[in-house]
């Protein structure tokens, strides 16, 4: 709705600068208006564009790691990630979209300080709640829309989706006061539409002149106008929210991402919230604007999901729903580290990469409260990060998690086994072997046939990279004369011996192992 005029300088901008960034309050449109540049840039202005969301990055450590994962990057080297992506970005003449910089800036600020220094042809557009602060960079403001003219156009609409219409002149009148005393903030324009089957306009203009009008005093000069604003319009819609639509308005802050809907209902559920009642308080909370469905995804904008949070930590409840959360997520990587050498790979792979930045809640929590678990986890993800390109997240979690003391030795076995094969793809080959060596020896205590033979495979692969085909052989075959590992554990086993023939010249032999496969 309108910002024409915003969208052309924009793009403008972004064909003579080197760093803009959106700056303006929670719900002002800063995403939207990032969103619809990149959609209308002339063809030929970048080789291409890359949006990375920052709202959900789980570790600040991870930054790079995100921007590269956004760009496409897929780094298996040992070098600096900084170093990498400004090797692979290069001379490119490419746009980097930073959405939600605000919560990381000092961060976003030495990134991109790096990045611009080496790039000359990058551009980035950035999107925050304040300025970043690096030299260079051109801050615009990103103002509500005209209260009189877009903002009433955007309620009139979105009332009209909600089955409203203005009735007559007083209405009119009435929706025009309510997009003043809402200053034209979109969010809160959008959340007082949604407001109106259940609430006259001219009511709403009474009680936003009643409350706002009482905000001016005294104590509500600390907070800016459009803070109160919003804060007064997602109070609102809270309080017309039936009790259960409410509940699951704050259990589900606590995803990172958008949510899919089996999820919502395993990880929210529980107390008052019953399996139906899910679905219904689902339904009352798209009626409200408050969330929106993508797919089979449910999705809250940021200012609407603070808002949860905050009033999940009332309830008691946040700590509650973070260990529900991760177990969950636990639960989804034990299932696709079982499914990942099985028919169902594509669905297990697309399972954990859609659920990426919860997953990384899910350690997060399980590190900051009970450790062994985090490795646990840590181990089941590490190969799928290790074969789909999460090299960088992989190493920064499971090395954090080998400093847990307490886990049982198959679960170290695990860990060190999916470090192993991380070292293993970054080249550093060395590490690996005592990784591989260490794997062996819990492996053996925990009396753990799988991992005693994975230990083999990354034995083996090792042995292959070091031009010791034979030896690599001998390597599997011993782990195979093992009757009891796993199906999975086994074909890696038989993957290395399939190199090893390749390596040694019998290559009709090999085809026939593979084919086996
Ligand atoms: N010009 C517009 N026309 C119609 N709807 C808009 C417009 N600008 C913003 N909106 C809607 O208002 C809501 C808030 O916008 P957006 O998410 O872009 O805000 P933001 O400034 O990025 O907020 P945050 O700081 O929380 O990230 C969204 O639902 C968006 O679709
Ligand atoms: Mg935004």
């Given at each position: 709705m309108g910002r024409q005029q915003d969208v052309a300088t924009l793009i403008a901008r972004l064909q003579t600068e080197r760093l803009v960034t959106l700056v303006g309050t929670g719900g002002v449109g800063k995403s939207r208006l990032a969103e619809r540049a990149a959609g209308l840039l002339p063809p030929d202005a970048f080789e291409s564009v890359h949006w990375a969301p920052l709202w959900s990055l789980g570790s600040r450590s991870l930054l790079t790691a995100l921007v590269a994962d956004a760009c496409g990057l897929s780094d298996h080297s040992s070098r600096d990630p900084v170093d990498a992506l400004t090797a692979w970005i290069g001379s490119r003449r490419i746009l980097l979209i930073l959405d939600s910089c605000e919560h990381l800036i000092g961060e976003c600020a030495k990134l991109l300080g790096a990045l611009l220094a080496a790039c000359p042809a990058l551009v980035v557009l950035a999107t925050s709640r304040e300025q970043l602060g690096v030299a260079g960079e051109r801050a615009v403001r990103v103002d509500p829309l005209a209260p009189d003219s877009d903002a009433l156009e955007l309620l009139t609409e979105r009332a009209a989706a909600a089955g409203v219409r203005w009735e007559n002149a007083e209405d009119r009148v009435a929706a025009a006061e309510v997009c003043h005393w809402l200053e034209g903030l979109p969010l809160a324009v959008e959340l007082a539409a949604a407001q109106l089957p259940e609430r006259s306009v001219r009511g709403m203009a009474r009680l936003l002149s009643d409350r706002l009008a009482l905000a001016e005093?005294?104590?509500?000069?600390?907070?800016p106008s459009r803070h109160r604003v919003l804060r007064t319009t997602i109070g609102w819609s809270h309080e017309l929210c039936e009790p259960t639509e409410r509940l699951l308005w704050a259990r589900l802050s606590v995803f990172r991402s958008d949510a899919a809907l089996d999820e919502v209902v395993r990880v929210c559920r529980g107390g008052p919230l019953t399996d139906e009642l899910v679905d219904e308080a689902i339904a009352g909370l798209r009626r409200k604007n408050l969330v929106t469905v993508h797919g089979d995804r449910l999705r809250m904008l940021d200012t609407v999901r603070e808002y949860g949070a905050m009033w999940l930590s009332e309830l008691g409840e946040a700590g509650a729903l973070a260990d529900r959360h991760a177990e969950h997520f636990d639960a989804v990587a034990a299932a696709a580290d079982r499914e990942w050498w099985g028919p169902d790979q594509a669905a297990a792979y697309t399972r954990l990469s859609d659920s990426h930045e919860d997953l990384c809640a899910a350690l997060e929590h399980f590190l900051a409260t009970d450790p062994p678990r985090a490795a646990t986890l840590a181990g089941n993800l590490g190969f799928f990060w290790a074969c789909c390109g999460y090299l960088h997240e992989a190493g920064h979690y499971l090395e954090e998690c080998m400093l847990v003391a307490e886990a049982p030795a198959s679960v170290l076995a695990k860990l060190c086994w999916s470090l192993g094969v991380v070292r293993c793809l970054r080249g550093e080959y060395q590490e690996a072997a005592g990784l591989a060596e260490r794997t062996r020896t819990e492996a053996l205590r925990a009396a753990d046939e799988t991992l005693l033979a994975d230990a083999a495979y990354l034995q083996g692969l090792l042995m292959l990279l070091r031009g010791e085909p034979q030896e690599a052989m001998r390597t599997a075959d011993r782990a195979l004369a093992r009757p009891h590992a796993t199906p999975a554990a086994a074909a890696r086993c038989r993957l290395v011996r399939v190199f090893a023939l390749t390596a040694s010249g019998s290559v009709q032999s090999a085809r026939v192992e593979a084919e086996a496969l």
């Open positions: 005093q005294p104590d509500s000069t600390v907070q």
